[in-house]
């Protein structure tokens, strides 16, 4: 099987947070869209419906290959390749990405948030990484950044937890969470949620509004102000889907923005940034890009 075979259709605009928008530099769109298509194309080899484990371990392992050097195994690495090497980034953070999805492959339930937080290590913080590496931000923002990736990763799972349980087998809900409440994985495949399952998901809910205020500073703090709107954007978005998850059945209510509430939100989002930056006028100093001339 080769990575089309396992092509779901699916691209950037259906995912549920901005990818390389416009507010982004128009020179870093199509690097960043490299990663994003080297990152769906993993995704959806972990979630393919037919395929069984070891075609997809053997798919990944050639698209690691390819983001090493052999070119011919995998069409996505290769060209994620190429970006890197131009740009002058790391490919630790595509191959973080990668153990991840081995680990979609492999692993379908968590004990507690700890394994969870410890899986969005590799599969979300990375992509937040990369992005800021591109733009030629510091380090010292990288535990901002991993507070939203991670935050952003646990409200999907959140969402999708009954699709995730229904097609895949796979629980990313905390084991040890479900059973303070008296409930099993098997809650997940009803209509409606059960007392015990929305306290559970209310909770994790909880959890993952401690980390959005961890990044609540994270877009203040990023050099290239385009970049730190869209930050500011993906911020305000989660904290709304937090507020609707405490109040939400996931299994029998929508959760999902809709098009004109994102519309609403990203401009709050964009606002409160921009407002942040009235009071630190001289602050922000353009970094230079990777692999560019800043």
């Not at 994790?204 to 730190?228: M, P």
């Not at 940034?273 to 009235?278: D, M, N, P």
């Amino acid at each position: 099987m080769t990575s089309a075979d396992f092509a779901s259709g699916k691209g950037h605009r259906d995912e549920n947070f901005p990818v390389a928008s416009w507010l982004v530099r128009r020179e870093l769109r199509a690097p960043i869209l490299a990663f994003y298509r080297f990152a769906r194309a993993a995704d959806d080899v972990a979630d393919h419906p037919q395929a069984d484990e070891r075609q997809k371990l053997d798919q990944l392992a050639r698209m690691e290959a390819a983001l090493r050097g052999d070119a011919g195994a995998n069409a996505e690495g290769a060209a994620l390749r190429v970006v890197l090497q131009a740009r002058g980034v790391t490919d630790q953070h595509a191959l973080d990405l990668l153990e991840a999805f081995r680990r979609d492959v492999t692993k379908r339930r968590y004990a507690d948030w700890s394994e969870l937080m410890d899986y969005c290590r590799y599969s979300a913080s990375p992509v937040g990484r990369f992005v800021l590496d591109l733009h030629g931000e510091p380090t010292t923002l990288w535990p901002a950044n991993d507070a939203l990736c991670t935050a952003l990763q646990v409200i999907n799972h959140l969402q999708d937890c009954a699709k995730d349980y229904r097609a895949l087998d796979r629980v990313y809900i905390p084991l040890d969470a479900l059973a303070a409440q008296g409930e099993t994985v098997e809650a997940l495949a009803a209509a409606q949620a059960s007392t015990g399952l929305r306290r559970t998901l209310s909770a994790l809910a909880n959890r993952t509004g401690s980390l959005l205020e961890q990044s609540r500073s994270f877009a203040g703090g990023i050099a290239d102000r385009r970049l730190a709107l869209e930050v500011g954007v993906i911020q305000a978005l989660a904290e709304d889907l937090v507020v609707r998850l405490r109040r939400r059945d996931p299994l029998s209510e929508r959760v999902h923005h809709r098009p004109i509430e994102a519309v609403g939100l990203s401009l709050r989002g964009a606002f409160g940034v921009a407002i942040g930056w009235l009071g630190g006028i001289g602050r922000h100093k353009q970094p230079r890009l990777r692999g560019g001339r800043g």
